[in-house]
């Protein structure tokens, strides 16, 4: 792999003194996102998987500049629900020729106000596509005139990732029964859907330690190309390319993965589509955040700062471990302290890392938190009215404010006296 394009980018690689200065320009907290990184994440997974279409997964970060930067380097978009859909194609509009091509909406139990939007946006876009996970939504679209491009997800009874919350694999919740989907694919091609292709997706966080997961859903999808009683013209098997959070795990081995994906697969006369959310846009993302409190107990060092889990929500949800470091000038000249880094939440859940051997944090100092790019700001609340921070893209070296911070005001906007 050429250095130019590191298969993982560290937190230590981020330039301190840099960041340092986009805190003080933005203020505290701070999302950054590097779109050259995105873009290199982008060309390595697309030179891995050179016959497969990427699509990535907006779940992950929607931010317009990601979107557009993607979609100019030919990915196409899944969605996760109307709202991304229609952000999907207005970031799409003057990159693609056909916008609604690169886009397919992922159906999940879809509330009828999804459905009713994209069937619409539809009408606009009538190469997108849909993937339903239901029986039932077949029917929905077909009461709402919908008989475009379908695809049907499957659950293949195979779960994978980093953590519980995440393996959708085998979750009765997602997709058809496996040994439902011929049937339904018949079914959808006898009621006039342009039947496309089949979809499944294990989990978040595959790693390069354990492939026989991934290598069993791909076989599952291989078999049931081959079983389709309709030509299909793509095989997606989901996302969850991992990443490196610990400063110790490497990175994903892609070829690898490439290699077992087109092994498992087999013979299909289908083309094969990926859809990595995390990979493309995790370690392109730092959340920078001040320290406003450092208090001495028996137990530990508590660093108060301004971010919480309002802000990134993964360390108290998935119990995900996001590497921090401190920016100060002497940072590499302070005592090493034991520390736990804490928000200003009121929750006891809202806890960044502890145990932490970080230096001997000073009020005022700045924390990067590392991989803040993938599900940092996607899911961040107003919890305890604290408004969401700002986000500043960096692009061919320049800086620039992508996302206001909130305010105040913006907590109480949509109430009505
Ligand atoms: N595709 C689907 C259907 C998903 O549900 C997800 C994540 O939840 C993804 C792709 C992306 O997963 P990741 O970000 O781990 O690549």
Redesign the pocket.
């Known amino acids: 792999m050429s250095t130019a394009n590191p298969a993982v980018r560290r937190l230590d690689d981020w330039d301190a003194e840099r960041l340092r200065a986009l805190r003080d320009e933005y203020d505290s907290p701070l999302y950054v996102l590097d779109l050259n990184r995105v873009r290199e994440n982008y060309r390595r997974l697309a030179r891995a998987f050179p016959d497969a279409d990427v699509r990535y ?1 907006a ?2 970060n929607t931010l317009r500049h990601a979107l557009a930067a993607l979609g100019e380097s030919g990915a196409g978009i ?1 969605c ?1 629900s109307a709202g991304e859909v229609a952000r999907a194609l207005d970031a799409l509009r003057g990159v693609a020729d056909d916008p609604g091509a690169r886009v397919q909406y ?1 159906a999940v139990n879809p509330p009828d106000v999804d459905l009713d939007t994209v069937v619409e946006l539809w009408n606009d876009f009538s190469a997108l596509t849909v993937t339903v996970g239901a029986e039932d939504t077949v029917d929905r679209l077909e009461e709402r005139g919908y008989d475009g491009r379908l695809c049907v997800r499957v659950n293949p009874g195979v779960g994978a990732g980093h953590h519980e919350k ?1 393996r ?1 694999g085998a979750n009765a919740k997602f997709g058809v029964p496996y040994d439902r989907a011929t049937d339904l694919l018949a079914d959808a091609a006898d009621r006039g859907f342009d039947v496309v292709g089949i979809h499944a ?1 294990a989990g ?2 595959i790693s390069g330690d354990d492939l026989s997961a991934h290598r069993e859903l791909v076989s599952r999808m291989g078999d049931l190309v081959r079983d389709s009683p309709v030509d299909l013209e793509f095989v997606d098997i ?4 991992g990443v490196p959070y610990g400063p110790d795990e490497n990175p994903l081995d892609l070829d690898a993965v490439a290699e077992a994906t087109r092994e498992a697969l087999g013979d299909v006369d289908a083309r094969l589509a990926i ?5 493309l846009v995790a370690d392109a993302g730092v959340l920078l955040t001040d320290v406003n409190t450092v208090k001495e107990t028996a137990a530990t060092t508590v660093v108060g700062v301004d971010a919480g889990m309002t802000t990134l929500l993964r360390p108290a949800m998935y119990d995900a471990s996001h590497r921090i470091r401190n920016l100060a000038t002497d940072a590499d000249g302070r005592d090493t302290v034991s520390q736990t880094v804490t928000g200003p939440i009121c929750e006891s859940a809202d806890v960044f890392g502890s145990d932490l051997d970080l230096p001997a944090p000073e009020r005022g100092d700045v924390l990067a938190l590392g991989n803040a790019g ?1 599900y940092g700001y996607e899911m961040a609340s107003q919890y305890n009215s604290r408004p969401r921070p700002a986000t500043v893209v960096l692009d061919r070296g320049e800086a620039c404010l992508a996302r206001r911070r909130e305010t105040v005001d913006d907590l109480t906007r949509l109430e009505e006296l």
Do not use: D, I, L, M
């Open positions: 997964a779940k992950a899944e996760a992922t995440v959708t997706h978040s966080g989901g996302g969850g390319f859809e990595p959310g995390r990979y993938a």
